[in-house]
């Protein structure tokens, strides 16, 4: 039996990934069990000229998933808590957004370090 939520949540992240290996694109997303509601994709322009592709994916059981790549490889993101906003987690990534802005940010970098990509505003969505 499993005594953390933060372990649980990296156990299904896990299962959840290699579930999807190969199986999700920005236009179809199928995991046994998951029902998809939505699905949006939204163009971030970010500070220093970079540029991010983001599609998210709502389940009717309110869980929410973001792709997106990371360094220059996708990776697939999973809600978790916040205090504001939505945040998504992958690995070391965390892909945090609030209204139509997104900063992404790598915990080996540490816990007082700037984001990887940073200022990212949403330009379009899909």
């Known amino acids: 039996m499993l005594m953390s939520t933060g372990i649980d949540r990296v156990l299904s992240v896990l299962v959840l990934a ?46 929410s998933f973001a792709l997106l790549p990371v360094e220059g490889k996708p990776m697939l993101f999973v809600d978790t808590i916040a205090a504001s906003g939505v945040k998504y987690m992958a690995g070391r990534y965390t892909w945090w957004t609030k209204g139509e802005r997104g900063d992404l940010y790598d915990a080996m970098a540490g816990a007082n370090a700037a984001p990887v990509m940073a200022g990212c505003m949403a330009r379009e969505a899909k």
């Open 18 to 63: 290699s579930l999807l290996c190969g199986c999700a694109t920005a236009d179809t997303f199928h995991a046994p069990g998951i029902d998809v509601a939505s699905t949006s994709t939204h163009t971030y322009q970010c500070e220093g000229g970079k540029s991010l592709a983001v599609t998210y994916w709502n389940s009717h059981a309110g869980q």
